[in-house]
């Protein structure tokens, strides 16, 4: 059987590192695509020739054309701009959203079959703006925050418990932005939830509550320390796990961006929620309950998407 397709727009510092781990991983032939001349066949080479050492087969191609995307089973989106210090995601809108735009355009004509996993930010905003330039059915675009958001949280608790990262569970839902959802009543140390571990003294709300901030600040933590770019390796380990989870149709709960049109409330838009993506992308909303306190803040939440939305359909009326 032929190896997947996997598709990486843009081959700046998240796309170098997708490439990188899906070859270890060994989820199929890799295209790097990128409008820079030279970058996406330089780290193509550069990858490939790590492979004799490491031991993986995959064919790695570095591309300024998208003809070279045809028939990709997999599309994993990191073209734009990152952000620098004292920039918040929102303030990259304009620019990402004219890639948005040609490469949502790229994947219609080239790869209508995959399954694409966005990453550029501001991120809800972006998923949406890249389904509707694409026209794909929207169980087929996805983007990528939740499971980074949760991660996060999932490696700050890890060393407040000094427990393995492996037996903490988290939940992070919402907008990728500040207003984010940290779900502490979700997010358990071995099946324990963070309530119960508070209780047993195992910590205090108050330094729970900084663990919630730190995981907002996440992302701004690490831009203000590299000073030049964004977030990489994390980002694209979390992506790798959603394509792997469609490419192996593993059914995994991930809180992914995706369409919601019913469940928690929602009528048709891309936000942060609950997950189970297999072979046909996301094949279900988990349309989870949530107390008043955890509702207004998803509520807030949404209300920041919807905002960022409405700045994109200013920005280009073919959207409205
Ligand atoms: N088409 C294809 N590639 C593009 C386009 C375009 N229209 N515009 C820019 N690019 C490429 C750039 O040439 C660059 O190689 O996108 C790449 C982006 O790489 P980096 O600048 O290294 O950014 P990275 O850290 O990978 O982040 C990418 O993901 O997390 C988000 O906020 C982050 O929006 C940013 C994106």
């Excluded at 501001?122 to 087929?140: T, Y």
């Excluded at 929602?266 to 993506?277: C, F, R």
């Amino acid at each position: 059987m032929a190896r997947p397709k996997i598709a990486l727009i843009g081959a700046g510092q998240i796309g170098g590192t997708l490439a990188h781990l899906a070859a270890i991983k060994e989820l199929g032939d890799i295209i790097l695509f990128d409008i820079a001349e030279g970058t996406p066949q330089g780290k193509a080479l550069d990858i490939a020739q790590s492979g004799p050492s490491e031991g993986f087969d995959a064919v790695m191609k570095g591309a300024n054309s998208y003809e070279d995307i045809a028939g990709a089973d997999v599309c994993i989106v990191t073209a734009g701009v990152p952000r620098k210090p004292g920039m918040s995601r929102d303030d990259l809108l304009g620019i990402n959203l004219k890639v948005m735009k040609s490469v949502g355009e790229g994947i219609a004509k080239h790869a209508p079959n995959a399954f694409v996993i966005c990453i550029t930010n501001p991120l809800d905003a972006m998923v949406w703006a890249l389904r509707e330039f694409s026209g794909l059915p929207h169980n087929k675009v996805v983007g990528m925050a939740g499971v980074l958001d949760s991660a996060r949280f999932r490696h700050f608790l890890s060393v407040e418990f000094n427990v393995s990262m492996r037996d903490v569970t988290a939940f992070v839902l919402g907008g990728h932005g500040d207003t984010m959802v940290p779900l502490v009543r979700y997010s358990t140390v071995g099946g324990i939830p963070l309530p119960d571990l508070v209780a047993m003294g195992w910590t205090t709300q108050e330094k729970l509550d900084g663990i919630v901030q730190r995981t907002r600040d996440g992302g701004a933590e690490i831009v203000g320390l590299l000073k030049t770019g964004s977030a990489f390796y994390a980002p694209a380990t979390s992506a790798i796990e959603m394509a792997e989870a469609y490419l192996k149709d593993q059914k995994r709960l991930l809180p992914c961006a995706a369409y919601v049109d019913g469940a928690l409330g929602l009528d048709g838009m891309y936000v942060g929620v609950p997950t189970i993506i297999g072979k046909d992308g996301i094949e279900r909303i988990v349309d989870i309950k949530m107390d008043d306190a955890e509702q207004a803040m998803f509520d807030k939440s949404v209300d920041a998407v919807k905002g960022l939305v409405a700045a994109c359909k200013a920005i280009d009326p073919s959207l409205a």
